[in-house]
């Protein structure tokens, strides 16, 4: 039987590769010169078919977010437990190029900004009452919670006790929260003296990314950190936070890629650092919007006090992140005097 000989192009080859494998890459090792490792980027998304609000019939307007959560079931494992289950078999089962992780995302309770909206009119608020700190009544500036706002976030506690009695849900495992005082006071009503485990305590970290959309409008201007501090002293701050606000501007307002920019950031930032599966962020009704629209969720609008889980997909692929310069920030048109329409009170 006769034998092949290898040619001698093969034979090239293979002293070659014997060349950049014994020689080479050892000799960039020991000059601290190992190759590069590939590139990868993240992209995020939402898993849908979980909740109601996936649901495309299901209307925002007529939404109450205490009712999607008592489904009946002839398990023995509550709707819950079933779903924290398949939460741990997706990160088990998956690729290690993908991390699944539930946002518990809250809209803050009614604040004194809102009731001022509401008697004005947006097209007056816009103009010229969102400009101003407050009116003879009512301050607005970095908004405080109304009676009635309270009231909503007692409602979302008490809708978490239910859910952790009768449903067992996944306790968040970190809290964040936005820097303005409405969402800390929220957070604070909504998830202190809960029955949480010793290993899962409320003690929500504040971060700045998660805020409203900014500029102009007063009631989106941070207090300075020592005003938060005093009022929740064993918060802690993320690192670098500043003590003046050191993004509102009285000029120009976020246009909704620059804040769409801004969340991607703040999403990076906690996929990133955070290991935990569950998660909940005290925020806004257009840094919701935002967050939804980053992790290509429906559009759902939340009222004030509603809070909806969101299951997202974070799955690494190679190559780099689409280069995206700043988004601009717009003017906005404004009056000097309120409209002739709008009643002061």
């Not at 909740?51 to 999607?68: R, Y």
């Not at 936070?241 to 976020?254: I, K, M, T, V």
Request: include cysteine; hydrophobic fraction near 35%.
């Amino acid at each position: 039987m006769p034998i092949s000989r290898p040619s001698l192009c093969s034979l090239n080859s293979i002293i070659a590769f014997l060349f950049i494998t014994t020689v080479i890459v050892p000799f960039m090792v020991m000059m601290g010169q190992s190759p590069a490792p590939s590139e990868e980027h993240t992209v995020y998304s939402t898993v849908t078919g979980y909740f109601l609000q996936d649901d495309e019939a299901t209307d925002p307007k007529g939404f109450d977010f205490v009712t999607d959560a008592d489904l009946s079931s002839n398990s023995k494992l509550t709707q819950w437990q079933r779903f924290a289950r398949e939460i741990s078999r997706l990160n088990h089962d998956g690729s290690e190029k993908v991390t699944y992780k539930l946002l518990y995302l809250g809209r803050h309770g009614e604040g004194y900004h809102n009731l001022a909206e509401t008697f004005y009119g947006t097209e007056a608020w816009d103009c010229y009452w969102s400009l101003q700190p407050g009116n003879s009544t009512s301050t607005w500036s970095d908004a405080l919670l109304t009676p009635a706002g309270k009231a909503q976030a007692l409602v979302a506690h008490a809708f978490w006790a239910h859910l952790i009695t009768t449903q067992k849900i996944p306790f968040p495992e970190t809290y964040y929260t936005s820097p303005l005082l409405r969402c800390l006071a929220t957070a604070s009503l909504t998830f202190s003296h809960l029955d949480l485990p010793k290993d899962r305590p409320f003690i929500p970290t504040i971060k700045e990314n998660i805020r409203e959309v900014i500029g102009v409008h007063t009631c989106d201007r941070r207090s300075g950190k020592s005003v938060i501090k005093s009022k929740y002293p064993d918060w802690p701050f993320e690192d670098g936070f500043a003590e003046e606000d050191p993004l509102w501007s009285a000029e120009l307002r976020e246009t909704d890629e620059a804040i769409d920019q801004r969340t991607l950031r703040a999403i990076e930032d906690i996929f990133s650092t955070d290991d935990h599966t569950y998660i909940s962020l005290s925020t806004h009704s257009g840094q919701i919007a935002s967050m939804l629209r980053v992790l290509n969720h429906r559009v759902f609008g939340l009222g004030t006090g509603q809070a909806i889980p969101v299951l997202v997909k974070a799955e690494k692929l190679p190559g780099p992140a689409p280069v995206k310069g700043d988004a601009p920030w717009m003017p906005v048109k404004t009056c000097s005097e309120p409209p002739p329409a709008a009643i002061t009170v």
